[in-house]
C-alpha cells in the first residue's frame, strides 16, 4: 500500500468524508470496503488528497477496492456531491441513496441481461419433443426473442433451452439487442402541442440546459408533447428519464411509452426486487436503455447518454423524501439538467406556487396547453351543500342519484374520498371514549372485513372491540367514512355493477394495482372507488361523473401549503372526468359551499386560485417568497426532543444575520409517531444564502453536542410539510 490517500463517503449520520490509503488506481468514483470502527462498510472515493485531514494521525487502508473501473462519473458525483451540501445531509448516506441496494452492499455490477432468440433457419425438433415445441412456440409468440424467465416454466426449462442450443434452433444474446417494434403511430399534435413539443425539441438538439413548464389542463396531451419532444433523441440513440411520482402511475405511462418507441424502455421503482434495480441500473449506466421511466429515486441512475429530463405531476408532493436525506426529485432533476447541459421539462395541469413563480420570473419557459385534446371537454364542477342532507356511509342521495343516472347510460363514475380503511374512528356513545392508538397522537382506522383496528400512522394493529374498554357498553359507533366503507353502501346500492375499490389496503399484492386499473381502462369496471391513488395520471375514457366525498378535507389545515394542495387534488381529480366522447361532470360534497377556495376551483380555473394564493404568500413572506428550514427532533424520552432543539434554537439565535427568523421549538402537528415524540424548529430566511450559512455554522455544533445521541435529528431544507 502506498501513501496515495482518498476521501470516502461512508455510510453513516456523520456529515463528512472520511479518509483512508488506498493503492495507487483507486480512484473517486470507485467502491471500496473500508474499516469503520468495528465494522466494514462499503463507501465511494469522493476525491484524491494530498494530506490527512487536520488532528488525523492514523490513516487505516482500504480493505478492497471494488471493481476494475470507478461506478460513478464525475457528473454523478457532482451531484451528489451538490445534494450533500444544499440539504446539509451526511455524504456517506447521500451516495448510499443513490444506489441499488445489492450495489451498497458491494456486489458485483450485474452483466447485462441474457436472453435466447430463435433462428430463422432452426431445423423442426422431433414430434415428439413436446417441451421444445413449447417453448418455440413461445419464442415465435414473443417475436422471436425472450428471457428465459419470460418463457413458460416447464420443468427442465434450464436443459431443454441447452438442447436447442446444441441442435442450432436458437441462440444466446443479449436482452437488448434487439429492440421491440413501436404499434401506435404518432397522433396529429394541435397547435399548442406542437408549439410546446417545438420549443422543448429545439432545446433538445441545441444539448443546452433549459427549464420548461408544462402547463396543462387536465387530458390536455401532455404526455403526447413529451413523446414528440423524446422521438429525436430516440432516433439518435440518446437516452431520456422520466420521472412519476407514484407507482401507480408507471403502468399506464410504460404501455404508452413502450407502443410508441421501438426503443427499450424500462421501468425503476421501489416494487422491484432488489436485483432487477439493480440489473435496471447497470444497463442505463451501460447505455442500453432509451427511455428510463422511475419514481424518486430513479433522478439519481446514471445515463451516460443523457438529452432530456422528464418530471410528470411535478408538483406532487410525493417527489419530496419524506425522511432520511429529504430530498425533493423535481429539484434534483433541475439540478442535474444544469450540471449535465439537458433540459428538463415540469409537467402539471396544476403547478406548484413555486414553479408558477418561476416562471413569472423567467427562470422556466411556460409552455400553456389550454385546452383538451381532441374533442373532449372540460368537466362542469358543482357544489353539493351537505349541511342539511342525509350522509349514506359518507355519500348524499343527491350523489347517488347522479351515480345511478351515469350507469344507467353505460358510462363510468368515480367516488373519491381520501381515506383508506372502513371508518376513521370508532367511539362510544355513553362515555365519549375513542379508540387511539397507544403509540401516536392519532386514532385508530376501523378495517371492518378483518374486525380490526389499525394505525395509519405506525402500522399497530388491535382486534376490534365488541364493547367499550372504559365502561363496557354495547353502544359502539364508527365515524366518518373511509373507501371500505363507501364500496359496501355503493355494493348496497347498485348490485352486480362491476366495481373496483383502489386504495393502498386493496393493491397490496403484487399486480392488483395493475388488474385493478386494466378493469377500469376497459370498462370492466363501471363504478371506481379510490383515494389520491386515482387521483392523477390515470385516463379513463368511459369515466363521466367524478363525485368527491369529502370536499372539506384540508380547508382548515394548519399548514400553509394545506389550500394548495387540496386545490391540487381536487382538480386533478375532477380531471379524470369527461377525456373521451363523453361529457363530464364533477360534484363535490361540502358543507362550506361559499368557502373562497371551493368557489375558486368550482370555476375550473387553477390559474385564478394560484394567482390569489401567491398574493397570500407575498404578504406572509412564505415560499416562493421566503425560504425554510425544518430540524427535527424525536425521541422516546418525552423531554429529550424539546430539549435539544432548546440548545439548537439558542445556537441559532446566536448566529442568526439580519432577515433571519428563528422560531422557538413545537410539538410536531402530530406529537407522537411511534412512540416518539415529535418537535420542530423552523427557520425562515428572506434570501436563500444566509438561510443556507447560518446552517453551515449551526450543523457543527448539533453533532458535537454531546446530548444529541438522545435524540434522532434531522434537518429538512424547502420543507413540503409540517407534519
Known amino acids: 500500500m502506498s501513501d496515495h490517500l482518498v476521501s470516502v463517503a461512508v455510510p453513516v449520520p456523520m456529515p463528512q468524508a472520511f479518509c483512508y490509503r488506498a493503492p495507487r488506481d483507486c480512484l473517486p468514483g470507485h467502491r471500496v470496503?473500508?474499516?469503520?470502527?468495528?465494522?466494514?462498510?462499503?463507501?465511494?472515493?469522493?476525491?484524491?488528497?494530498?494530506?490527512?485531514?487536520?488532528?488525523?494521525?492514523?490513516?487505516?487502508?482500504?480493505k478492497a477496492v471494488l471493481g476494475d473501473a470507478p461506478l460513478l462519473t464525475d457528473s454523478a458525483m457532482d451531484l451528489l456531491n451538490w445534494c450533500a451540501r444544499y440539504y446539509h445531509h451526511p455524504v456517506g448516506e447521500v451516495y448510499a441513496a443513490a444506489l441499488p441496494a445489492s450495489l451498497r452492499q458491494g456486489q458485483v455490477l450485474p452483466e447485462p441481461e441474457r436472453a435466447w432468440r430463435l433462428l430463422d433457419d432452426a431445423p423442426s425438433p422431433a414430434a415428439n419433443a413436446s417441451r421444445q415445441h413449447v417453448l418455440l412456440d413461445a419464442l415465435r409468440a414473443a417475436g422471436g426473442m425472450a428471457t428465459a424467465d419470460a418463457l413458460p416454466a416447464i420443468a427442465g426449462r434450464a436443459a431443454v433451452l441447452r438442447s436447442l442450443l446444441e441442435r442450432g434452433m436458437v441462440e444466446r444474446c443479449e436482452a437488448a439487442a434487439t429492440p421491440p417494434v413501436a404499434t401506435t403511430p404518432a397522433p396529429?399534435?394541435?397547435?399548442?402541442?406542437?408549439?410546446?413539443?417545438?420549443?422543448?425539441?429545439?432545446?433538445?438538439?441545441?444539448?443546452?440546459?433549459?427549464?420548461?413548464?408544462?402547463?396543462?389542463?387536465?387530458?390536455?396531451?401532455?404526455?403526447?408533447?413529451?413523446?414528440?419532444?423524446?422521438?429525436?433523441?430516440?432516433?439518435?440513440?440518446?437516452?431520456?428519464l422520466v420521472l412519476a411520482p407514484e407507482i401507480g402511475l408507471i403502468p399506464q405511462?410504460?404501455?404508452?411509452?413502450?407502443?410508441?418507441?421501438?426503443?427499450?424502455?424500462?421501468?425503476?421503482?421501489?416494487?422491484?426486487?432488489?436485483?432487477?434495480?439493480?440489473?435496471?441500473?447497470?444497463?442505463?449506466?451501460?447505455?442500453?436503455?432509451?427511455?428510463?421511466?422511475?419514481?424518486?429515486?430513479?433522478?439519481?441512475?446514471?445515463?451516460?447518454?443523457?438529452?432530456?429530463?422528464?418530471?410528470?405531476?411535478?408538483?406532487?408532493?410525493?417527489?419530496?423524501?419524506?425522511?432520511?436525506?429529504?430530498?425533493?426529485?423535481?429539484?434534483?432533476?433541475?439540478?442535474?439538467?444544469?450540471?449535465?447541459?439537458?433540459?428538463?421539462?415540469?409537467?402539471?395541469?396544476?403547478?406548484?406556487?413555486?414553479?408558477?413563480?418561476?416562471?413569472?420570473?423567467?427562470?422556466?419557459?411556460?409552455?400553456?396547453?389550454?385546452?383538451?385534446?381532441?374533442?373532449?371537454?372540460?368537466?362542469?364542477?358543482?357544489l353539493l351543500d351537505t349541511t342539511n342532507l342525509q350522509l349514506f356511509d359518507g355519500l348524499s342521495e343527491p350523489i347517488i342519484s347522479a351515480i345511478e343516472q351515469v350507469l344507467k347510460q353505460g358510462a363510468?363514475?368515480?367516488?373519491?374520498?381520501?381515506?383508506?380503511?372502513?371508518?376513521?374512528?370508532?367511539?362510544?356513545?355513553?362515555?365519549?371514549?375513542?379508540a387511539s392508538c397507544g403509540r401516536c397522537s392519532a386514532h385508530m382506522t376501523l378495517h371492518r372485513q378483518r374486525r380490526e383496528l389499525r394505525c395509519h400512522h405506525c402500522g399497530r394493529t388491535a382486534r376490534a372491540p365488541a364493547q367499550c374498554p372504559d365502561c363496557g357498553s354495547d353502544d359502539l359507533g364508527a365515524a366518518g367514512a373511509g373507501t371500505q366503507r363507501v364500496e359496501a353502501q355503493l355494493r348496497k346500492r347498485f348490485p352486480g355493477i362491476g366495481m373496483a375499490r383502489i386504495d393502498r389496503d386493496s393493491t397490496r399484492r403484487s399486480g392488483a394495482l395493475e388488474a385493478a386499473l386494466a378493469d377500469a381502462a376497459s370498462g370492466k369496471a363501471q363504478l371506481l372507488v379510490g383515494t389520491q391513488m386515482l387521483a392523477k395520471g390515470h385516463d379513463f375514457a368511459g369515466l363521466a361523473l367524478v363525485a368527491v366525498a369529502d370536499g372539506d378535507q384540508g380547508l382548515f389545515g394548519a399548514d400553509f401549503r394545506a389550500p394548495e394542495h387540496m386545490a391540487q387534488t381536487i382538480l386533478q381529480v375532477a380531471g379524470r372526468a369527461g377525456r373521451g366522447a363523453r361529457a363530464g361532470r364533477v360534484v363535490i360534497q361540502t358543507s362550506h359551499p361559499e368557502h373562497p377556495l371551493l368557489q375558486r376551483l368550482?370555476?375550473?380555473?387553477?390559474?385564478?386560485?394560484?394567482?390569489?394564493?401567491?398574493?397570500?404568500?407575498?404578504?406572509?413572506a412564505f415560499p416562493p417568497y421566503g425560504f425554510q428550514a425544518l430540524l427535527r427532533a424525536e425521541s422516546v424520552d418525552a423531554q429529550a426532543a424539546p430539549a435539544f432543539l432548546k440548545r439548537a434554537h439558542d445556537a441559532a439565535r446566536a448566529i442568526a444575520a439580519a432577515g433571519i427568523e428563528v422560531w422557538a421549538p413545537n410539538p410536531a402537528p402530530m406529537e407522537r409517531k411511534a412512540g416518539r415524540w415529535r418537535w420542530q424548529l423552523q427557520i425562515e430566511a428572506k434570501q436563500r444564502g444566509p438561510l443556507h450559512a447560518l446552517?453551515?455554522?449551526?450543523?457543527?455544533?448539533?453533532?458535537?453536542?454531546?446530548?444529541?445521541?438522545?435524540?434522532?435529528?434531522?434537518?429538512?431544507?424547502?420543507?413540503?410539510?409540517m407534519i
Open 188 to 240: 396529429t399534435l394541435n397547435a399548442e402541442q406542437h408549439a410546446a413539443a417545438q420549443a422543448i425539441g429545439q432545446a433538445v438538439a441545441a444539448g443546452d440546459f433549459a427549464a420548461f413548464l408544462l402547463d396543462g389542463v387536465t387530458g390536455s396531451g401532455k404526455t403526447e408533447v413529451y413523446c414528440a419532444a423524446l422521438q429525436s433523441l430516440v432516433a439518435a440513440g440518446q437516452q431520456a
Open 33 to 62: 470496503k473500508v474499516g469503520f470502527g468495528r465494522r466494514t462498510l462499503v463507501g465511494v472515493v469522493v476525491e484524491v488528497v494530498k494530506k490527512p485531514p487536520p488532528g488525523v494521525s492514523t490513516i487505516k487502508p482500504v
Open 253 to 382: 405511462l410504460i404501455t404508452r411509452l413502450r407502443q410508441r418507441f421501438a426503443a427499450r424502455v424500462e421501468t425503476l421503482h421501489s416494487g422491484q426486487t432488489n436485483a432487477e434495480r439493480a440489473r435496471v441500473w447497470a444497463d442505463a449506466r451501460r447505455g442500453d436503455i432509451s427511455i428510463l421511466v422511475g419514481t424518486r429515486s430513479a433522478v439519481f441512475t446514471p445515463l451516460p447518454k443523457l438529452a432530456l429530463i422528464v418530471v410528470d405531476e411535478s408538483h406532487d408532493t410525493a417527489y419530496k423524501q419524506g425522511d432520511g436525506f429529504r430530498y425533493n426529485a423535481r429539484d434534483v432533476a433541475l439540478r442535474r439538467g444544469q450540471l449535465m447541459g439537458v433540459p428538463v421539462v415540469l409537467g402539471s395541469a396544476t403547478p406548484s406556487l413555486e414553479s408558477l413563480h418561476n416562471a413569472q420570473q423567467g427562470r422556466y419557459t411556460h409552455l400553456r396547453l389550454r385546452q383538451r385534446a381532441g374533442a373532449a371537454q372540460l368537466p362542469k364542477i358543482d
Open 695 to 721: 446552517l453551515g455554522e449551526l450543523l457543527p455544533q448539533l453533532y458535537a453536542d454531546p446530548q444529541a445521541r438522545r435524540v434522532r435529528w434531522s434537518v429538512d431544507i424547502d420543507p413540503q410539510s
Open 602 to 620: 368550482a370555476s375550473g380555473d387553477y390559474g385564478r386560485f394560484a394567482s390569489a394564493a401567491l398574493d397570500e404568500r407575498r404578504e406572509a
Open 412 to 434: 363510468q363514475a368515480l367516488v373519491f374520498i381520501n381515506r383508506r380503511g372502513y371508518a376513521p374512528t370508532v367511539l362510544c356513545s355513553s362515555c365519549d371514549w375513542v
